[in-house]
């Protein structure tokens, strides 16, 4: 939903903002320790590798910062986002004063690190439900202010993106339906302000039942039971019209296969977000 020059600048703002709370602000002498030790002209050579197999994400906002913000270190990379790299490859090569290398390394290696186990946790997802036809998801459960980032790198690792936020598409949930008192006012509203294009959240087949009947067309089914989901899809060889299925709630690394194989359209998970364990990549002075 946002397109790649968009989401560059907001990594770069993300990025300068990291960096000033390494430096206290963004004094680029606040580097004690180097400012210390380290004489002004010293040039060297560093080196960015990751220490076990990931899926790559972000280093073409690290190339695009670095050309804006650094632009007296040289840097190069062979490597593009959605690469899958084996241990120790080289993910940037960065030449210049060292004390501006040293300067950006935590930050720049935070940022790589988070979005790309984020890409590496969401491709062992994909992987588990290749050979069927369902699609993963992935869900506004993420990092706060990061949303943007982090459905990047799950696009990344191979998930389509669900709604960006409560703007661009009507999803109906559980709480909605609560709040206008049951599945069947629901329905009546819907149809009394002639909403066409909505996803709907049921709970129990006979929610299903009803919307099918009432004529929605993109059923999201929330915390169900596997018999329950198989039940559910089964019913839409009664129906002529195109009818999409979403499963949700409770889906993790473990189960997704078992789920991947009742039908659905989509499975949207927040795991790919929230639960992605961060992967080793590091600085090397060479």
Same mark, same amino acid.
């Given at each position: 939903?946002?397109?790649?020059?968009?989401?560059?600048?907001?990594?770069?703002?993300?990025?300068?903002?990291?960096?000033?709370?390494?430096?206290?602000?963004?004094?680029?002498?606040?580097?004690?320790?180097?400012?210390?030790?380290?004489?002004?002209?010293?040039?060297?050579?560093?080196?960015?590798?990751?220490?076990?197999?990931?899926?790559?994400?972000?280093?073409?906002?690290?190339?695009?910062?670095?050309?804006?913000?650094?632009?007296? #270190?040289? &840097?190069? @990379?062979? =490597?593009?986002?959605?690469?899958?790299?084996?241990?120790?490859? $080289?993910?940037?090569? +960065? %030449?210049?004063?060292?004390?501006?290398?040293?300067?950006?390394?935590?930050?720049?290696?935070?940022?790589?690190?988070?979005?790309?186990?984020?890409?590496?946790?969401?491709?062992?997802?994909?992987?588990?439900?290749?050979?069927?036809?369902?699609?993963?998801?992935?869900?506004?459960?993420?990092?706060?202010?990061?949303?943007?980032?982090?459905?990047?790198?799950?696009?990344?690792?191979?998930?389509?993106?669900?709604?960006?936020?409560?703007?661009?598409?009507?999803?109906?949930?559980?709480?909605?339906?609560?709040?206008?008192?049951?599945?069947?006012?629901?329905?009546?509203?819907?149809?009394?302000?002639?909403?066409?294009?909505?996803?709907?959240?049921?709970?129990?087949?006979?929610?299903?039942?009803?919307? #099918?009947? &009432?004529? @929605?067309? =993109?059923?999201?089914?929330?915390?169900?039971?596997?018999?329950? $989901?198989?039940?559910? +899809? %089964?019913?839409?060889?009664?129906?002529?019209?195109?009818?999409?299925?979403?499963?949700?709630?409770?889906?993790?690394?473990?189960?997704?296969?078992?789920?991947?194989?009742?039908?659905?359209?989509?499975?949207?998970?927040?795991?790919?977000?929230?639960?992605?364990?961060?992967?080793?990549?590091?600085?090397?002075?060479?």
């Amino acid at each position: 939903p946002v397109g790649d020059q968009k989401i560059s600048k907001i990594a770069t703002r993300k990025l300068i903002s990291e960096l000033k709370d390494d430096l206290g602000g963004i004094n680029l002498k606040n580097d004690l320790t180097s400012k210390t030790l380290l004489p002004n002209s010293l040039i060297g050579r560093a080196i960015i590798t990751n220490r076990e197999k990931i899926i790559l994400c972000g280093q073409s906002f690290l190339k695009d910062f670095l050309k804006q913000k650094f632009p007296m #270190l040289a &840097f190069k @990379s062979k =490597y593009s986002d959605g690469n899958e790299l084996n241990k120790s490859s $080289i993910i940037l090569e +960065i %030449n210049g004063n060292v004390k501006f290398i040293l300067l950006i390394e935590r930050t720049i290696l935070n940022f790589v690190q988070h979005l790309s186990s984020i890409s590496t946790y969401t491709r062992k997802f994909v992987k588990k439900i290749g050979g069927t036809k369902t699609k993963l998801l992935d869900t506004r459960k993420t990092t706060t202010g990061l949303r943007v980032l982090e459905k990047y790198a799950t696009k990344i690792g191979g998930a389509q993106n669900h709604r960006q936020g409560l703007y661009d598409q009507l999803l109906i949930k559980d709480n909605h339906i609560k709040l206008l008192g049951g599945i069947d006012n629901t329905l009546n509203i819907i149809k009394k302000k002639k909403i066409k294009k909505y996803i709907i959240e049921c709970d129990s087949y006979v929610q299903v039942q009803k919307c #099918l009947k &009432f004529g @929605s067309n =993109y059923i999201l089914l929330d915390n169900m039971s596997p018999n329950e $989901i198989k039940n559910c +899809i %089964n019913l839409k060889k009664n129906f002529k019209r195109k009818i999409l299925f979403e499963i949700s709630g409770g889906i993790n690394h473990d189960n997704i296969n078992l789920y991947s194989n009742l039908g659905s359209d989509f499975i949207s998970s927040s795991k790919i977000t929230n639960s992605a364990k961060s992967v080793d990549i590091g600085l090397d002075i060479i």
